[in-house]
């Protein structure tokens, strides 16, 4: 395949795998009425882990030696990509703002950059600045809706810090998934990291079941499992990886603004709400950001 097509495809994947990424508003919006934030994190990922063992079993078992030597390293990214990343933002929801919610997560961009640029020694060029403050830019007009006023009169609570916890977490696990090369297949780590990140959930589920919430196994559970589960659960983490092994991890990063932008689709087909002009601003900025981001940046495939 033409090297320029296969770098057109892996600039693709900044635009298609938040599409599924941002249904997991459509989760926190809808299903966190069905089902305990804590209880949604840890059974998403149980059913994520359930579905993909039977195709990677023998694998598994077969690279059981691999595993064994990776083990510290998949119990970390399942711990922040599943566990931190998974249910703080569904705790987050219930004592803060989704304006709030939005700022402080599209923040994680920036951790990424600087954590790869610390410890990994990631060059930052002009460019990618500049992209980055484009992005910046088009969320924030989005997010306070073209009125300064409502950035300047903000309320931070106990859930604005579980988004900053989540958007760290995410920084972390997005560099490390990167960096941390290894003999696994793609499906063969997923497989593993949404066990691990179940597991690092568990002891918090149970405590929510006997001292906050009980969870009630209705259809509307299920219903809301399998949909969490499935698009930004299995799909979204599949071609976040793909896409950070093509792109690198600053750059998938910036998958997050245009996570913003589907958000505000999701919330107008399905939420009734409206498509003002600083939609509009907001898309066209964070489109030019991430053109100006990933240019000189897309390895040869």
């Given at each position: ?39 949604l994190a840890f059974w998403r990922w149980t059913l994520v882990f359930v579905i993909l063992l039977p195709f990677t079993y023998l ?243």
């Amino acid at each position: 395949m033409n090297t320029k097509v296969k770098n057109l495809l892996a600039f693709s994947l900044l635009f298609i795998q938040p599409i599924f990424m941002a249904s997991n508003l459509v989760v926190a919006r809808g299903g966190v009425e069905y089902v305990p934030p804590i209880s949604l994190a840890f059974w998403r990922w149980t059913l994520v882990f359930v579905i993909l063992l039977p195709f990677t079993y023998l694998s598994l078992r077969k690279d059981f030696k691999i595993i064994k030597n990776e083990f510290k390293k998949l119990l970390f990214l399942g711990a922040m990509g599943c566990g931190v990343c998974g249910a703080f933002p569904f705790l987050a929801g219930k004592t803060t703002t989704v304006t709030n919610m939005g700022i402080i997560y599209t923040s994680s961009p920036i951790f990424i950059i600087l954590i790869s640029s610390f410890f990994f020694h990631e060059k930052i060029n002009f460019i990618k600045i500049i992209g980055l403050i484009s992005c910046l830019i088009g969320v924030f007009a989005i997010i306070i809706k073209g009125d300064l006023d409502l950035l300047i009169n903000l309320n931070f609570t106990i859930g604005d810090l579980w988004m900053l916890a989540a958007a760290i977490g995410w920084a972390l696990y997005s560099i490390y998934l990167f960096h941390w090369k290894s003999k696994l297949k793609i499906f063969q780590r997923f497989t593993l990291i949404a066990f691990f990140g179940a597991l690092s959930l568990f002891p918090f589920y149970i405590g929510e079941e006997l001292f906050f919430e009980r969870t009630t196994f209705s259809n509307e559970f299920f219903m809301w499992i399998i949909f969490a589960a499935i698009s930004p659960g299995i799909i979204a983490f599949t071609l976040y990886t793909v896409a950070q092994k093509k792109l690198g991890a600053s750059l998938t990063g910036f998958t997050l603004y245009v996570f913003t932008i589907y958000g505000a689709i999701y919330g107008y087909f399905l939420f009734g709400e409206k498509l003002e002009n600083y939609h509009l601003i907001g898309t066209v900025l964070v489109f030019i950001g991430v053109y100006l981001a990933k240019k000189k940046n897309v390895k040869q495939i």
